[in-house]
Nanobody
C-alpha cells in the first residue's frame, strides 16, 4: 500500500499559480494510478485530475482543463499538480489519491484506495 502526503498549498491571489506535490511512502508507486481531488466547504469532494501508472495518460475535470497539469516522477514516488490562472472558485482542500489498479484513470472517489490528509488552497480575489 501507499500513504500519500500532500504539500504546496497556500494563499494565492487570483491569476496566480501553485504547484502541489504528493509524496508517497510504500512500495510500487508506479503500480498506482494517482489523482487529485478537491473539496470546498459545504460541497462534495470532486475530481480534479488523474494520471496513469506510467504517466502517459492524463485526465482532467473540465473546470481545470487548460489551467492545470498533472505529472508524476516514479523515481521519486511523487505526483504533482501545477495550477495556473487560479480563480477564487478553486479554493478548496486538495487531496491526493491512489488507485491500486492500472486499468483506468477514474474520476470517481470510490475507485481510489488510499488518500492523503489534504492541503488547503485559498485563492483571494
Amino acid at each position: 500500500q501507499v500513504q500519500p502526503v500532500e504539500s504546496g498549498g497556500g494563499l494565492v491571489q487570483a491569476g496566480g499559480s501553485l504547484r502541489l506535490s504528493c509524496a508517497t511512502s510504500g512500495r510500487a508507486f508506479s503500480m498506482y494510478v494517482m489523482a487529485w481531488f478537491r473539496q470546498a466547504p459545504g460541497k462534495e469532494r470532486e475530481f480534479v485530475a488523474a494520471i496513469s501508472c506510467g504517466g502517459g495518460s492524463t485526465y482532467y475535470a473540465d473546470s481545470v482543463k487548460g489551467r492545470s497539469t498533472i505529472s508524476r516522477d516514479n523515481a521519486k514516488n511523487t505526483v504533482y499538480l501545477q495550477m495556473s490562472s487560479l480563480k477564487p472558485e478553486d479554493t478548496a482542500v486538495y487531496y491526493c489519491a491512489a488507485d491500486r489498479t492500472c486499468v483506468r484513470t477514474s474520476a470517481v472517489v470510490g475507485d481510489y484506495d488510499y488518500w492523503g490528509q489534504g492541503t488547503q488552497v485559498t485563492v483571494s480575489s
